[in-house]
């Protein structure tokens, strides 16, 4: 359905939008939609460092605890 848009079908689209909406309200909401993005962008390498970071934990303490036999 959305394959046979094409340029002239896309800048219609943009025209009614601006009408029926303005150029004002139209700009503020793509500045939410910017933040938005920015902020899920965020979150996610928030996600995956901390993801990294609990692999690097478990990586890093491989030795065993030491036991009474250790000792003797």
Known sequence: MLNN???PGLL???VVVLVLFGRGKVSSL???VGKGITAFKKG???G???IEDAKVDEARDV???PTDK???
């Open 12 to 14: 219609l689209i943009a």
């Open 44 to 46: 996610v390498n928030d």
């Open 48 to 50: 995956t460092k901390e």
């Open 5 to 7: 848009i094409g340029l």
């Open 30 to 32: 793509m500045g939410e």
């Open 63 to 65: 030795t065993p605890a």
């Open 70 to 72: 250790d000792k003797a």
